[in-house]
């Protein structure tokens, strides 16, 4: 049994919905946040048996974070710190949006321990941040990682996304250039996902705005493959890049199946092969603990196939790929005769590898990931 864990701690409130964004996040709901900040202690407490174990990574991710008053968040992790067994290199990070966020705070955070903080800027163009409603400019993103800087933040990482609308070759090469300029120690760059129930996805639908064609949403994460290389990122993960030593630690433990306690509206977490998610109404979330009722609205027991999948899906998405001794220790399956009926082809085609008895995405295969892994696990 792990010994270690890591902690999420949702914020749902932002201060105004982006238009792509389909998250557990509500804007027009701040006078909820005092309220809400005692649910999440609420909540904790109902964990502290598991206090003994060394917790490994601590997240406040949204929504907006750094939209809550500062002193609610130290609050939080004081909370943690005094309770739960955090050694000092644990990773904390805090999700910020320019424009929530000011150098007194960023002061404050550092001070409290917070090591760590994940930017959400998307592009550097104004008209393309208006575009998918972002509450904030380029140059606000510029400031605050300055300001982010100046205060002690060593570690730093930016989110961008491609394939907004209007955006092109030329402007997503303009942002990752300017990104790297500033140099943060991550870089996560996602395909935009239009997801219905959207304010994109509506103006998608009404042809009122277009997103990029297909090969240009290619060429986009093609270049953005080799750009972050050659900038000293390394690609771990299909979306996430690094410089060395400062790859996400929480989210790593995702990817590689790690227990986590989720705390908050909507939150999710793994233990001991239960998974189990909360309430997603904030409302909802304060009133049950108000009360002293369970938050939880679904559980479920992973069962050991369900495993087996997760972890080709996650672990293809890794460019450290799947360890075939260590998977069929885990599961008894070999993976290699499993998936043997596809196996062949998708290595002709230069789509997968092994090598040194790792099964992995090539370069190649990353640009149409979703159909190899769904090809693959077909066989499982
Ligand atoms: S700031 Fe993040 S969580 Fe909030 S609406 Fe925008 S994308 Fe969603």
Not at 73 to 89: A, M, S
Request: hydrophobic share 40%; charged share 20%.
């Amino acid at each position: 049994m792990s010994k270690e864990l890591s902690l999420y701690f949702h914020f749902p409130f932002c201060k105004r919905k982006c238009y792509y964004c389909d998250f557990n996040s509500f804007s027009g709901f701040d006078q909820l946040m005092p309220d809400y900040i005692h649910a999440l202690l609420a909540e904790i407490k109902f964990y502290l048996p598991q206090s003994g174990k060394m917790i490994k990574s601590i997240y406040f991710g949204g929504g907006t974070p750094s939209y809550f008053p500062v002193n609610s968040l130290i609050e939080i992790l004081k909370f943690v710190t005094t309770h739960f067994l955090v050694p000092g290199k644990a990773e904390i990070t805090l999700e910020a949006n320019p424009g929530t966020i000011n150098v007194e705070d960023l002061i404050q955070l550092q001070e409290a321990g917070f090591n760590r903080l994940s930017i959400g800027l998307q592009a550097t163009q104004n008209d393309l941040l208006r575009r998918i409603g972002r509450i904030h400019s380029a140059q606000e993103f510029y400031d605050i990682f300055e300001l982010a800087r100046e205060t002690g933040f060593q570690n730093i990482g930016v989110d961008l996304i491609f394939g907004l609308p209007g955006q092109k070759l030329e402007h997503w090469q303009n942002t990752l250039h300017s990104v790297t300029e500033v140099g943060p120690e991550h870089i996560s760059a996602y395909c935009l996902q239009l997801e219905p129930g959207t304010r994109l996805h509506h103006q998608v639908s009404l042809k009122e705005v277009s997103l990029p064609p297909e090969e240009e949403v290619v060429e986009m994460m093609e270049f953005t493959m080799v750009y972050l290389q050659e900038r000293g990122y390394e690609q771990y993960e299909i979306s996430n890049y690094a410089k060395t030593g400062y790859k996400s630690v929480h989210n790593l433990g995702y990817w590689l199946g790690h227990d986590y306690l989720g705390l908050g509206a909507g939150a999710a977490s793994t233990r001991l092969g239960q998974r189990w998610a909360n309430i997603k109404d904030p409302k909802d979330y304060i009133e049950n603990l108000k009360k002293g009722i369970s938050v939880v609205a679904e559980r479920e027991s992973i069962d050991k196939h369900t495993a087996m999948i997760e972890a080709v899906m996650l672990g293809l998405r890794l460019r450290s790929g799947i360890n075939l001794q260590r998977f069929y220790d885990k599961y008894a399956v070999d993976l290699i005769l499993k998936t043997q009926k596809d196996l062949e082809s998708l290595l002709n085609a230069d789509l997968i590898e092994i090598n040194d008895g790792t099964l992995r995405l090539t370069y190649k295969g990353i640009l149409t990931s979703n159909k190899i892994i769904a090809t693959l696990i077909a066989n499982l």
